[in-house]
């Protein structure tokens, strides 16, 4: 969750009947993640056009490294250590991200960990897949199956979600939540704001080629600008989270999405007009 620009609004998915569970897309690793070298280690394009990814990752990667910052896969229960540690300046997880109850995996997410020179994690952002096929993002958030595998046995006492956004509706099919998005204090002014989200939701693009990538933003956020530059083009309201892990009473929230076609021009912005460079090891290690 991360606690707006107008833009035309695609034709909507059709919606679907509801179904009795929201099950995890299984996916094939992005690579054998190796989780000790630079996140361009384990980096392969799967979906979407190489060349545009393929520099942006090499991007990303020189940016990151000019800041002093070495980014990597992690292994999911250190999200949630790294979490644990951080509570002065980050809010628990959303259930979404926990990789100890709530079914978070390796199979349906990943988590990325940016780390100084000295071994300080710095930054944090993460994505998971969900299989909305025969129901909806509504119904699921609204359900609490997004949450959790057993709503009734784990949900908090008084938890719940209500949407009244209209395009949690219409979200149907594979569909990606990215969030736990997090930077440390002393690293807040130093433009990882640009970075980190194109390369998280470029990850989940060329993994996953989900139509719809989407997330919780909380009201102060947005007012704040923020949606549009972590690559929300759409901001629709409202998802009001109720007594849930994240902070006890409501947490007045908007649904910020964008679809394939949109993340692909954010992408572009990170680029310099005029880069002749490619990783071609990123550019050829696809399926």
């Known amino acids: 969750m991360h606690t707006s620009a107008r833009a035309t609004v695609p034709k909507a998915p059709p919606?679907?009947?509801?179904?009795?569970?929201?099950?995890s897309v299984v996916a094939p690793a992005i690579h054998k993640q190796t989780f000790n070298q630079n996140?361009?280690?384990?980096?392969?394009?799967?979906?979407?056009?190489?060349?545009l990814l393929s520099r942006?990752?090499?991007r990303g990667d020189t940016l990151l490294r000019e800041r002093g910052i070495n980014l990597k896969f992690a292994?999911?229960?250190?999200?949630?250590?790294?979490?644990?540690?951080?509570?002065?300046?980050?809010?628990p997880l959303l259930p979404i991200f926990d990789a100890?109850?709530?079914?978070?995996?390796?199979d349906n997410g990943f988590c990325l960990l940016a780390y100084t020179s000295s071994g300080q994690c710095v930054a944090a952002q993460a994505a998971r897949l969900y299989d909305l096929t025969g129901t909806s993002f509504k119904d699921e958030v609204e359900n609490l199956r997004l949450f959790y595998p057993d709503p009734e046995a784990q949900r908090h006492p008084g938890e719940r979600i209500v949407v009244t956004a209209p395009m949690a509706s219409a979200v149907t099919g594979p569909t990606v939540f990215s969030g736990a998005v997090w930077y440390h204090p002393s690293m807040r002014k130093q433009g990882l704001t640009t970075i980190l989200p194109r390369v998280t939701k470029a990850l989940s693009q060329t993994r996953w080629d989900p139509e719809v990538t989407l997330s919780f933003m909380a009201e102060e956020v947005v007012k704040q600008g923020?949606?549009?530059?972590?690559?929300?083009?759409?901001?629709?309201?409202?998802?009001?989270?109720?007594?849930?892990?994240?902070?006890?009473?409501?947490v007045h929230s908007a649904m910020i999405w964008s679809n394939r076609d949109e993340l692909y021009d954010y992408f572009s912005g990170l680029l310099p007009l005029r880069d002749p460079q490619v990783d071609t090891v990123v550019h050829h290690r696809s399926a």
């Not at 100890?100 to 390796?106: I, K, L, P």
Request: net charge negative; aromatic share 10%.
């Open 15 to 23: 919606i679907a009947a509801p179904a009795a569970t929201a099950p």
């Open 39 to 51: 996140y361009l280690a384990d980096v392969r394009i799967d979906h979407g056009p190489q060349q």
């Open 56 to 58: 942006l990752f090499l």
């Open 75 to 91: 292994p999911l229960d250190e999200l949630l250590a790294v979490n644990r540690r951080n509570s002065d300046s980050w809010r």
């Open 100 to 106: 100890e109850e709530c079914g978070f995996n390796d």
């Open 226 to 250: 923020t949606a549009p530059r972590a690559g929300y083009y759409h901001v629709d309201w409202s998802i009001d989270l109720i007594d849930t892990p994240v902070s006890a009473g409501t």
